[in-house]
């Protein structure tokens, strides 16, 4: 098993341009969440999925869009890239059902963005 | 506000050292803590501890939940150099939604 991968690795954008960041995972994992990881802030979710074709806002999602359009792929997008979004952006997944996700969360090896 | 406090934020310690980081947190409709390792890329995950399950172990890894204080530790005995890396601690509430609070991390470097 892959687990959870992220493309790309690492990537410059100038301001106003706009990219999409993939994540995929081979675990079957219901939900899927993106995060951004700054220095002193911690990890802040951005966006999440609680499967196929359903997306939901997270605590920082101004700037950003998401789609799952197949149950393995949660596609985060940047539609004009402001140096504000200079960060590194992780993936993660998790089992869920009925009561919720199951708290174990499995990363990708992460994004770094830098915004010019 | 929910919110995941770590300390300290950085700690150096010598091989064989023990050390102890913390996390204390105020969040409404506490489900469970998270412990997570993350060295150069993705957070690992460590330990989950909960209502039903507050004490864990694992090798020269424990880690304990105070339900009364809002606070668990992470104890790593006979440090390696191999245990250099930036601990996560979450939180996770059912506030309507499942939520995950995150800590700042305890960056945590072991000297041979």
């Known amino acids: 098993n892959a687990g959870v991968t992220q493309t790309p690795k690492f990537r410059v954008l100038k301001t106003g341009q706009s990219m999409t960041l993939l994540c995929a995972q081979d675990m079957n994992h219901e939900y899927m969440y993106w995060y951004r990881q700054d220095p002193g802030m911690g990890l802040r979710l951005i966006h999440y999925s609680v499967g196929e074709g359903t997306t939901a806002k997270g605590e920082v999602p101004d700037g950003y869009n998401v789609s799952r359009l197949k149950k393995q792929n949660f596609l985060l997008g940047l539609e004009s890239a402001a140096p504000s979004q200079t960060s590194v952006y992780f993936c993660a997944s998790s089992y869920g059902g009925l009561a919720g996700p199951q708290e174990t969360q499995y990363f990708g090896p992460g994004t770094r963005l830098l915004v010019l | 506000e929910d919110k995941v406090v770590q300390s300290p934020l950085s700690l150096v310690v010598h091989e064989g050292d023990t050390v102890t980081l913390n996390c204390s947190y105020e969040?409404?409709?506490?489900?469970?803590l998270l412990w997570y390792k993350q060295e150069k890329k993705a957070p690992t995950f460590l330990f989950m501890l909960t209502s039903s399950g507050i004490e864990k172990k694992s090798g020269r890894l424990s880690s304990i939940l105070d339900k009364k204080e809002l606070s668990s530790i992470l104890n790593i005995t006979a440090t390696q150099t191999g245990d250099s890396a930036i601990y996560l601690c979450?939180?996770?509430?059912?506030?309507?939604?499942?939520?995950?609070?995150f800590g700042t991390g305890t960056r945590l470097k072991v000297l041979a």
């Open positions: 969040v409404t409709n506490f489900r469970s």
């Open positions: 979450a939180v996770v509430s059912t506030s309507g939604t499942y939520k995950y609070i």
